[in-house]
């Protein structure tokens, strides 16, 4: 069992940063590949970045690359997501998840075993 808890949300201006990190449970974290995903006010979660277990591989979402990079620290356990040049569409509540499973097709929702409650990110206009 993988607990996780993101935290580094706010209300930020167009154009601004944010970084987002989600501290996981266990001793086992660098066995999990981790993602980010959001999801806004009435639309589906979307699928933002990963990076498998070791950090060596990431994928972005085609609306986030050259702003956001994912990246994590295995000694602390935690994951991170660097948001730069925010914009009032990247408003969303952003959710790490867990996948315990090869490095696998990680945009997808489904292969992922344990999610965090979610941080809330509003970038105002």
Do not use: H
């Not at 808890?5 to 209300?11: D, H, K």
């Not at 993602?35 to 972005?60: L, M, S």
Request: net charge positive; with cysteine.
């Amino acid at each position: 069992q993988v607990q996780l808890v993101e935290s580094g949300g706010g209300l930020v201006q167009a154009g601004g940063s944010l970084r987002l990190s989600c501290a996981a449970s266990g001793r086992t974290f660098n066995m999990y590949a981790m993602g980010w995903f959001r999801q806004a006010p009435g639309k589906e979660r979307d699928f933002v970045a990963a990076i498998n277990g070791i950090g060596t591989n990431t994928v972005y979402a085609d609306f986030v690359k050259g702003r956001f990079t994912i990246s994590r620290d295995n000694a602390k356990n935690t994951v991170y997501l660097q948001m730069n040049s925010l914009k009032p569409e990247d408003t969303a509540v952003y959710y790490c998840a867990a996948d315990r499973g090869a490095w696998s097709t990680p945009t997808l929702r489904d292969r992922y075993d344990y999610w965090g409650q979610g941080t809330q990110v509003t970038v105002s206009s």
